[in-house]
C-alpha cells in the first residue's frame, strides 16, 4: 500500500511540470473519455505510444509508475477476468457452463486492460507534477461555472484536494498497522471470509480514530490561520495561461482527431 504514488507530488523541472495546472486537469479529464475511442489494435498502438510518451515528459522513472499500478493490480485483473470469462461473440475457444471463453472476451480484456493501466498512468503524471496548492486552484477554477447555481465551489475544491492528498498517507499507516498487527501475531488473507473480516477490525478502528483526528486537527490549523469556508478569498498567487498550455490542449484535440480517423480507416475489433 505504501507504493501506492497518486496523490503524492514529486518536485521537478520537467515540461510537464511547468504546464498550468488547469491545462494539465482538462487533458487528463479528456484523456479519460477519449481512451474509449481506442476501439482497433492501431488505437492501442496510439495510446500507449501518447502515454509512455507524457510518462517520459513527467521525468519521472518508469518503475516509480510501475509501482504505482502495482497496488490495483488485482482490481485490474479481476475486471479482466470477467470481460474473459462472460463476453460471448466471435470463435469460442472454451464452453464450460456459464464461462466462456470466446474471440471477443479476449479482445475486450485487451481494451479494458490498456485503457484501466494507461488512466492511471496519465492521471499519476497530473497528481505527480502538480503541487496540491495549484492542483487546489484549478479545480476551483473550472469549477467557477457552478456557483450560478449556488454550488459552494471553494468548499468542494478544498475537499477533493484534502482527500486526494491524504489518500496516500491513509495506506501508509494502514501498511504501518497492519505490519504492527503481523508482528503481535495477526494474520491477514487467511481462513474464511468471516476470519478474514475479524482479523481487519484492529486495523480498520485506529485508522478510523486517526482519521478523524487528523480531520480535526486540520481544521483547528485551518480556523487558526483564518480560514472562513462563507468569506470571499482572495489568491496570493495567480494562475497564468502561457501559449504552451494551449499546446497541450490542442495535442489532445489531435488525439482525439487521431483515433476518430483510425476508427474510420481500420474499423473496430480489427486485431
Keep these: 500500500m505504501n507504493k501506492l504514488i497518486l ?9 510537464i511540470h511547468h504546464l498550468d495546472p488547469r491545462a494539465k486537469l482538462i ?40 509501482r504505482g499500478v502495482r497496488p490495483l ?26 464461462f466462456t471463453i470466446s474471440e471477443f472476451g479476449l479482445i475486450n480484456a485487451i481494451y479494458i486492460f490498456s485503457r484501466f493501466v494507461t488512466i492511471i498512468f496519465v492521471t499519476t503524471v497530473v497528481t505527480l507534477t502538480t503541487k496540491p496548492v495549484d492542483l487546489t486552484d484549478g479545480i476551483n477554477f473550472l469549477m467557477r461555472p457552478l456557483r450560478f447555481i449556488h454550488v459552494p ?4 475544491s478544498m475537499m477533493l484536494t484534502i482527500a486526494l492528498r491524504f489518500v496516500p498517507d491513509l495506506l501508509d499507516e494502514t501498511q504501518k498497522i497492519m505490519d504492527a498487527q503481523r508482528a503481535r501475531g495477526a494474520v ?19 485508522i478510523f480514530s486517526n ?42 484535440v489531435l488525439l482525439a482527431a487521431g483515433f476518430i480517423c483510425l476508427n474510420l480507416i481500420y474499423g473496430s475489433f480489427h486485431l
Excluded: H
Excluded at 73 to 98: H, K, N, R
Design 27 to 66: 487533458s487528463g479529464l479528456a484523456f479519460v473519455f477519449i481512451t474509449f475511442l481506442a476501439t482497433n489494435i492501431q488505437g492501442l498502438l496510439l495510446l500507449w505510444t501518447f502515454t509512455f510518451l507524457v510518462m517520459f515528459l513527467s521525468g519521472t522513472g518508469f518503475r516509480t509508475y510501475l
Design 211 to 252: 482519521s478523524l483526528n487528523r480531520g480535526e486537527e486540520l481544521a483547528d490549523i485551518m480556523e487558526v490561520r483564518g480560514y472562513r469556508a462563507e468569506c470571499k478569498r482572495s489568491s496570493y498567487r495567480a494562475l497564468k495561461w502561457k501559449m504552451k498550455d494551449t499546446v497541450c490542449l490542442l495535442v489532445i
Design 7 to 15: 496523490g503524492r507530488y514529486f518536485p521537478g523541472a520537467s515540461r
Design 188 to 206: 491477514f488473507g487467511e481462513g474464511s471470509i468471516f476470519r478474514q473480516m475479524k482479523a481487519l477490525v484492529p486495523v480498520f478502528l485506529p
Design 73 to 98: 493490480i488485482w482490481l485490474i485483473l479481476f475486471t479482466v477476468a470477467l470481460q474473459i470469462l462472460f463476453t460471448a461473440g466471435g470463435d469460442i475457444y472454451v464452453d464450460w457452463g456459464p
Design 153 to 156: 465551489v471553494e468548499e468542494l
